[in-house]
């Protein structure tokens, strides 16, 4: 009864690429508004297929033109998705655990954070935690991120407790936007970062969240993110957020997260 499918392994194998493609976009554009438009471009393409098998002629002909067009289109659409694909796939293979090509070339290039960094950084955020002061301090990691500071003011200092205190005061001209800082300088204040689509982001958090989620979605860098309202400290990881609760718990996740790389 079937015997008119002819499948070879290799078509086996194309089906399976192209199953596990649909699979990375979705969970790329999962709970963003890109994902309406490309379940709709899904249905337009099996529309087009259906209507080119039962040989609708004009009707094919047509939707073929608008999907031949449609390339450029979505291109233009999903410019924002498609740069954080290329970006998260070239993260996963040469930045991430899991590459053993990214083991060979940056073996011994790990970066590990000082102790006397750690204990300024994390002494910084506690105080402005107590003090309800908001702040957003960027850790940089592989990918670089001479584009993100290029748009703040250049500090290029030791990590200081007080310096990082004073940054965020609420009357200092450089308090706006997320400090840049490297595993033992803080590099630049006042910098603007990508804010993150993702629309199931928990309405409780703030434009603060949002950016450091999507700074953490398009590069490998992680984010700490203290509430102005609430005082809550929130460490955030490939645009997840998680919230803190001790000082101890930070530096955990701070030297987690170098210890991934």
């Not at 649909?22 to 508004?33: E, H, M, N, V």
């Not at 233009?76 to 990214?102: D, P, T, V």
């Not at 107590?130 to 592989?142: C, D, K, P, Y």
Request: aromatic share 6%; glycine share 8%; net charge positive.
């Amino acid at each position: 009864m079937l015997d008119f499918i002819n499948l070879h392994l290799i078509d086996i194998l194309d089906i399976l690429l192209v199953g596990l493609m649909i699979y990375q976009i979705y969970k790329l554009i999962r709970g963003t508004a890109a994902m309406s438009i490309f379940i709709g471009i899904i249905i337009l393409y099996f529309v087009w297929l259906v209507v080119k098998t039962l040989r609708m002629d004009l009707l094919s002909a047509i939707m073929g033109q608008v999907l031949g067009v449609g390339v450029l289109a979505i291109i233009i659409i999903f410019q924002q998705e498609i740069r954080r694909f290329l970006l998260h796939l070239g993260n996963n293979s040469l930045h991430r655990k899991g590459g053993f090509l990214a083991r060979k070339l940056f073996k011994g290039n790990a970066k590990k954070v000082p102790l006397t960094t750690l204990d300024e950084l994390t002494q910084a955020v506690r105080k402005m935690s107590e003090t309800n002061t908001g702040a957003l301090i960027v850790m940089v990691h592989r990918s670089s991120l001479g584009s993100i500071t290029e748009t703040g003011d250049r500090i290029d200092a030791m990590v200081n407790r007080r310096l990082i205190e004073n940054l965020f005061f609420k009357n200092s001209p450089l308090h706006d936007g997320a400090l840049v800082m490297s595993t033992n300088r803080i590099l630049a204040a006042r910098c603007t970062l990508p804010i993150s689509e993702n629309q199931n982001i928990p309405p409780h958090y703030g434009m603060r969240h949002r950016a450091a989620v999507g700074i953490t979605e398009q590069t490998d860098a992680t984010a700490i993110v203290v509430s102005e309202e609430t005082g809550g400290i929130s460490f955030v990881k490939d645009g997840e957020i998680k919230p803190i609760s001790s000082i101890t718990e930070l530096r955990l996740a701070i030297e987690n997260s170098y210890a991934a790389d």
